[in-house]
């Protein structure tokens, strides 16, 4: 049976995603899918939520005017679908992110773009504190159907070794 499906009772089964400590390699390479094509309704929602009242987001006319020509989708909404794309394959059976660090922007995303996005592992070690977990560190990177890449980011997880996940050792 896969590691991704627990037996959970007779003829019952739960899907469980992601990797133990004891999985990710350095220098593998995970590419996340499925992408995702970003609407001017998400980038509106989004920006609103977050109160980042600046125009180039949300008022067309001003965006109109700028390098652009058109709106920009916020870049945190962006880092965030892509930090997203990545929690199956980096973080599912992680305790939490330890941080996120070197976040570049080097292209802009618009409306109607779709983005995909890849994580190659750059370094592990075992938690000195923590017997059952490991400290696992990718690079993100984010890039558009055509291939440009708009955004990379370093992120560090605290992640369970195998049978210590939460989806180990509770019924949820």
Same mark, same amino acid.
């Given at each position: 049976m896969s590691d991704r499906i627990k037996e959970v009772g007779p003829g019952?089964?739960?899907?469980?995603?992601?990797?133990y400590f004891e999985d990710f390699k350095e220098g593998d390479v995970y590419e996340h899918r499925p992408g995702r094509t970003l609407s001017e309704a998400d980038n509106t929602w989004f920006t609103l939520l977050t109160m980042n009242n600046h125009p180039i987001h949300f008022d067309a006319a001003y965006a109109a005017k700028s390098e652009f020509g058109?709106? @920009?989708?916020?870049? %945190?909404?962006? @880092?965030?679908?892509? %930090?997203?794309?990545s929690v199956s394959d980096v973080s599912q059976k992680a305790v939490g992110n330890l941080g996120w660090t070197d976040i570049r922007l080097t292209a802009p995303v618009f409306a109607g773009d779709t983005i995909y996005a890849e994580s190659q592992v750059l370094s592990k070690r075992e938690s000195k504190s923590r017997p059952h977990h490991g400290i696992v560190q990718v690079k993100t990177t984010g890039m558009k159907a055509d291939g440009t890449v708009f955004m990379t980011f370093e992120r560090t997880v605290l992640v369970a070794k195998r049978g210590y996940a939460v989806d180990d050792v509770a019924n949820y």
């Open positions: 019952r089964y739960r899907e469980s995603y992601g990797r058109k709106p @920009l989708v916020n870049s %945190t909404l962006t @880092l965030a679908i892509v %930090t997203g794309m």
